[in-house]
């Protein structure tokens, strides 16, 4: 899989900047478990990217966790299926996930006040509620 990652219809990570390893999966397997090499590791290299703006990049590192290495590379493992290929896709499918959840913007809080009428409605049932619990008093003691 030599092709670029498209991400959206704005962004595409190059395909030199994806690089990836097979090797021996952990796990059952039968005898195929010490001959084929199914497992995947795709690595991204986050820092050296100009694919992803500055934000974006810093939303990334802060998605991937414990894949992102001290050098800025991130590591997608995958070994679900006993099909080397098919767990590339699964790796890349996943990359491009992460990828487009850090695009994604977050909206800016604006501080809001609730309305008058509802501060109004809040102290009438608090009142309402004290005078419930005042009559229960007077009336238990009896």
Known sequence: MSDS???????S???RELTWTAV???????????????????RFDLAATSAIDAESK???AGLAGSR???????RIVVQDTRDQRRNLEIARERLAELIRAALV?????RPTRPSRGAR???????RHRGE???VRAHSSSD
């Open 24 to 42: 021996r999966a952990s796990g059952p397997g039968g005898q195929n478990v010490n001959k084929v090499s199914s497992k995947v590791e795709l």
């Open 105 to 109: 913007r977050p909206k800016k809080r």
């Open 5 to 11: 990652l498209d991400i959206d219809a704005t962004h």
């Open 120 to 126: 109004e409605r809040r102290l009438a049932e608090k």
């Open 132 to 134: 419930t619990k005042r």
């Open 68 to 74: 992102l290495d001290a050098d800025g590379t991130l």
């Open 58 to 60: 810093g939303r990334l």
């Open 13 to 15: 990570i190059p395909a």
